[in-house]
């Protein structure tokens, strides 16, 4: 079965950083682009990040400069690095991606991961 699962999450301090990875198990055979959101207590889940297929990515103003987007060599796998970390950027991060499997193609959620930014 194909799942979609983050890790890396963990408590850093402003300033930190902290590399999150998005996997894809089950057979695959790519993933057609990836988007991060993250989801603070009390909020709306917002966008934060974006590489397509062809590798070109996009940010929110809020992120901008300090987080980068990537997808690994063998298509199965994404990340998001994240530099000089604010407490505005503490919240539940998720990834999402198209991927094209052997049933076809279909969008997958993560179950999300824990990011808390605190002294």
């Known amino acids: 079965q194909v799942q979609l699962k983050e890790s890396g999450g963990g408590l850093v301090q402003p300033g930190g950083s902290l590399r999150l990875s998005c996997a894809a198990s089950g057979s695959i055979f790519s993933i057609n682009g990836m988007r991060w959101y993250r989801q603070a207590p009390g909020k709306q889940r917002e966008w934060v990040a974006t590489i397509t297929s062809g590798d070109s990515t996009n940010y929110a103003d809020t992120v901008k400069g300090r987080f980068t987007i990537s997808t690994g060599n063998a298509k199965n796998t994404g990340y998001l690095q994240m530099n000089s970390l604010k407490s505005e950027d503490t919240a539940v991060y998720y990834c999402?991606?198209?991927?094209?499997?052997?049933?076809?193609?279909?969008?997958?959620w993560g179950q999300g991961t824990q990011v808390t930014v605190s002294s």
């Open positions: 999402n991606a198209g991927i094209w499997h052997a049933s076809g193609y279909r969008d997958y």
